[in-house]
């Protein structure tokens, strides 16, 4: 989801077949049971051996859009929102804030709008090309597309209980899973780490996609993604070593939009 609400995806192809993990029904904005310990990560299977320099991916969300303000779900199944004029001064600003720091060598995006204007302000200050990886798109909502979480808990109670509660759960009118979310964005990771293997990359895509990576980085539960804030425009980390090893670095940074 594109909004201050958005639930990131809750399985991954690390989690054992069958998981049971459940999610608060009382609480839009996650659990309130504490989350389990973590695990350590496995290596991913395009991650380079030996002993290379580490891999990190930068990690962007996107800059508002006019759905963000009031908490709407906007995932890749319904209208594909540009970003407002506060986004597009979100992402002028990261742009800055990415060619202070230094050291990004390539820009990959999700193909939404929001994410490819946001990727192309920030490539163009930095002077490279973007690649668009169709791995990093939102989620579907289905019919729970525009609604508020409310809205969608109104008009589909059953559904949203059990999207809520199961990751194998998709939202009404066919939606996505967020096990599914899970996979592909593991897929991808994969892809990205093998193509850039010792250098930085900024990934431009949406809450669900950025928070998966930070959680299977951890080896954290599903239900820690309901308890990661990413705001429009901040920027994480996750270093990846070349053994397969995986650390967070940075999580949420909106220093630059202040």
Known sequence: MDVATEVGPAGGRREPSGSTARFDTGAEDGPAAAAAPAKAAPAASGRPAGGGPATTLLLLRHGETPLTPHRRLSGSGGPDPALSETGHRQAAAAAAALAARG???????SPLRRCQETARTVAARLGLDVAVEDGLREADFG???GLTFAEARERHPDDFAAWLRSPAAAPSGGGETFESVARRVAVTRDALLARHAGRTVLVVSHVGPLRTLVRLALGAPPESL???????ASL????????GAASVHLLNDTGHLR
Request: proline fraction near 0%; avoid cysteine; charged fraction near 25%.
């Open 103 to 109: 050291g990004v060598r390539a820009v990959v995006t």
């Open 143 to 145: 019919a729970w597309e």
């Open 226 to 232: 309901f308890r990661m804030e990413l705001a429009a």
């Open 236 to 243: 994480s980390a996750v270093v990846y070593r070349s053994d």
